[in-house]
T-cell receptor, first 113, second 107 residues
Framework: DSGVTQTPKHLITATGQRVTLRCSPR?????VYWYQQSLDQGLQFLIQ???????AKGNILERFSAQQFPDLHSELNLSSLELGDSALYFC????????????FGEGSRLTVL | SQELEQSPQSLIVQEGKNLTINCTSS?????LYWYKQKYGEGLIFLMM?????EEKSHEKITAKLDEKKQQSSLHITASQPSHAGIYLC???????FGTGTSLTVIP
């Protein structure tokens, strides 16, 4: 158990819909990362937050947004969903903003029909 | 951006055999991370290498970093079924990950 909790574990929805994925980082960790993993794209970095502030942005689509709340949990919002958004979405946390071990959650598997 | 290419893409070995996985970067490596992922699960941290020539070991897994070659290798000695999974290398503040190497160990 990494200490990182992601909900929901599985989600099935239709194209055009909006979903919210939630992540609770490991106790004491200030930094949260979001990744998307698909068979054809591999593990892609989406966005990083540190202590409530956006720290770095990767290949995150404009239809996607995220935020980190004062209690340090984070949410990833995916809107106007397309078939290609079907993937495993991971949240990871770390104590620091830079280099260091990441603790990954079990992921949220999104299926868009 | 930074691209990390792993080879081989997949590997099937007999239990007890040694194996090596390579990770080659398109840019200079200032740090390299190795993670293991069981199918459909989250990644588990294995090792972090920060300096050229650095070598680290954990149980039967050894990783090395060759900054000049922009490459890292992961070596497993006397493989066991518990080593099966997908191995990924990460770099660039862990914003970039390799394509992954799928390892199957046959008992």
């Amino acid at each position: 158990d990494s200490g990182v909790t992601q909900t929901p574990k599985h989600l099935i929805t239709a194209t055009g819909q909006r979903v919210t994925l939630r992540c609770s980082p490991r106790s004491g960790d200030l930094s949260v990362y979001w990744y998307q993993q698909s068979l054809d794209q591999g593990l892609q970095f989406l966005i990083q937050y540190y202590n409530g502030e956006e720290r770095a942005k990767g290949n995150i689509l404009e239809r996607f947004s995220a935020q980190q709340f004062p209690d340090l949990h984070s949410e990833l919002n995916l809107s106007s969903l397309e078939l290609g958004d079907s993937a495993l979405y991971f949240c990871a946390s770390s104590e620091l903003a830079g280099n260091g071990e990441l603790f990954f959650g079990e992921g949220s598997r999104l299926t868009v029909l | 951006s930074q691209e990390l290419e792993q080879s081989p893409q997949s590997l099937i070995v007999q239990e007890g055999k040694n194996l090596t996985i390579n990770c080659t970067s398109s840019k200079t490596l200032y740090g390299l991370y190795w993670y293991k992922q069981k199918y459909g699960e989250g990644l588990i941290f294995l090792m972090m290498l920060q300096k050229g020539g650095e070598e680290k070991s954990h149980e039967k897994i050894t990783a090395k970093l060759d900054e000049k070659k922009q490459q890292s290798s992961l070596h497993i000695t006397a493989s066991q079924p518990s080593h099966a999974g997908i191995y990924l290398c990460g770099a660039g503040n862990q914003f970039y990950f390799g394509t992954g190497t799928s390892l199957t160990v046959i008992p």
